[in-house]
């Protein structure tokens, strides 16, 4: 145990969303970032946030993510693998304005924006903006919620272009298991979490894809933020 160490639970099953904003919500420190139960950490990422991006008070940091699938994962030729991307240890700094555009088109999705379980953003910040929208965390994908606010509040990002964290892609795990809808007990879960919200309205076709999931989730925080 440590003094600076609290444990937290909400006595009722959450959606996603709902759940990282119940967490958020204990936040007490000057910078936030998330660990998912299949993810980890490297011995070294806290140490190297602390020199880089606390001491040097800069507000956001995102970092490339390995990626280790467990022996549970749908794909057997897959299982029990990990894969690390080729990288390099220099930072750079990219301007929020063309990544926003980026990602309201479409236009790729690379692991190294910003979903707070590959990043530490300040709270501050960010909790006056959750004081003013209600909440940080829109349904029905709370990383891509974060990031779309990410990228409307800050005017730059700075990206370790090597992995700091280890995401782990598992059958049991809601967001990796939401490429097989219908197939797996876990994808279906997290949408009956949902109750209306899963009949996707405004999307072009009444189907639970993952880019309807993203679509919908996109559309909410910026009718939030306008």
């Not at 090597?162 to 007990?185: D, H, K, M, W, Y």
Request: hydrophobic letters at 40%; one cysteine or more; glycine letters at 4%.
């Amino acid at each position: 145990s440590h003094p600076r160490l609290r444990y937290v639970f909400s006595r009722k099953t959450l959606s996603m969303p709902d759940n990282w904003e119940f967490a958020w919500g204990h936040a007490r420190g000057k910078y936030v970032l998330y660990l998912c139960d299949d993810d980890s950490y490297l011995p070294n990422t806290l140490s190297y946030l602390a020199e880089n991006i606390i001491d040097k008070k800069k507000p956001v940091m995102s970092w490339e993510l390995a990626q280790y699938t467990y022996p549970t994962w749908v794909n057997p030729t897959t299982c029990n693998s990990l894969v690390i991307p080729a990288s390099q240890s220099a930072v750079k700094v990219y301007q929020t304005e063309t990544l926003r555009e980026d990602l309201t088109k479409f236009r790729g999705d690379r692991m190294w924006w910003p979903r707070l379980n590959n990043s530490c953003v300040e709270y501050s910040v960010l909790e006056s903006y959750r004081k003013k929208l209600g909440r940080l965390f829109f349904p029905l994908c709370p990383d891509y919620s974060l990031m779309n606010i990410v990228f409307h509040v800050f005017p730059e990002i700075c990206v370790v272009h090597r992995p700091l964290s280890i995401a782990g892609q598992t059958a049991e795990g809601i967001g990796a298991s939401q490429v097989c809808f219908g197939e797996n007990q876990t994808s279906n879960r997290f949408l009956e979490e949902f109750g209306d919200l899963k009949r996707f309205e405004r999307c072009a076709s009444n189907i639970p894809l993952v880019p309807n999931l993203i679509a919908m989730t996109l559309l909410k925080v910026n009718a939030a933020l306008s």
